[in-house]
């Protein structure tokens, strides 16, 4: 999604990045689709940065179109060593991609597909191999300029400016329709604060009421499992407050449910790693009523059981049992703190049919006939 940064702030959405610049264009006429215009896609790219007030010397990483045409790819260089390429940034290394060596050309989602996978690599602070790419086109003139092809996953560094301070990351993502429309985006990475420093794991933020929902009490077992390995493991640095927003907020609605009153992610993970091991070793139950498996029950739990123990609600039951019984509602928050920004943890996994009680999926069988149906 697409929002006004100031009212993702406004609504504690997770940012993924900042769209500091867009530019769109037509090529005009060419000889072909296979011979695009190098002045017009440096037109559209110098055009970019120069909305976005951006020097080019700290954007490192560009996602290009890239099709692996013999002469289309050597045609885009040649646009970027003419835009990114000049003054100052010359000297700036800078990483050449394009995912359409991983997953192919998305044609009308292609230029989405380059997003997203710029974004996951903000993410994870990690750049993505492009695939396929040896040996080199020779008409990619890449000696001498500041593009090296990225053959293998390396860490995405941050530049510094003048003064030494650390510039968030930045990247250019083109995508050029065969039409002639040329588009080219700069994305910046988001740090919150300005210092992007992560909460420490196993900070007490206060209490946060936790919510956890799955179709079945099979999913929210290997949900509850999968959670608590990822909070001891990549997400050990997430701030609990997001991480209770997101799973409360930002989660379809299941029948199978469980909520939890933690204060710090060690603890979180602890309850969820204990919930998850116990309904292993039993059956998990059919059905979702109260006192069924992964659903918020309070009279018949021993002490320290996964189940919420927050104030009175109505008819006098704890507010975690009546969201676990229930239809959560959107925005609450328990406990101290003010309003959180969610933070993206790991979704349910998706089981087969009869693996959610522990059985093997049935065999697939096609559908009967249809009424006056002829086969072949």
Known sequence: MVKRFSRALADGDTVHALIRATAVAHGGRTNGFTAPSPRAQARVLRQALHRGGVDPATVNVVEAHGTGTELGDPVEVAALNETYGQGAAAGVPCSLGSVKSAIGHGESAAGVAAVTKVLLQLRHGTLAPTLHAEPRNPGLDLAGSRFRLQHEAAPWPRLRDAAGRELPRRAGVSSFGAGGVNAHVILEEYRPGGSGAAEPAGRTDGRQLVLLSAPTPGHLTAFAGRLAEWLTGPGRDAPLPAVARTLRTGRATGPARLAAVVAGTDELAAVLARFAGRLHRERPARGHGRGRAGTGARDRRPPGHPVA????????????????????RPGHRHGSGGAAAGHPVPAHPSLAPGARRGRAAPPHRPPPPRPGHRSP
């Open 309 to 328: 123990r927050g104030p009175p609600g109505a008819a006098g039951r704890p507010v975690g049992d009546r969201m676990a019984g229930g239809p959560p």
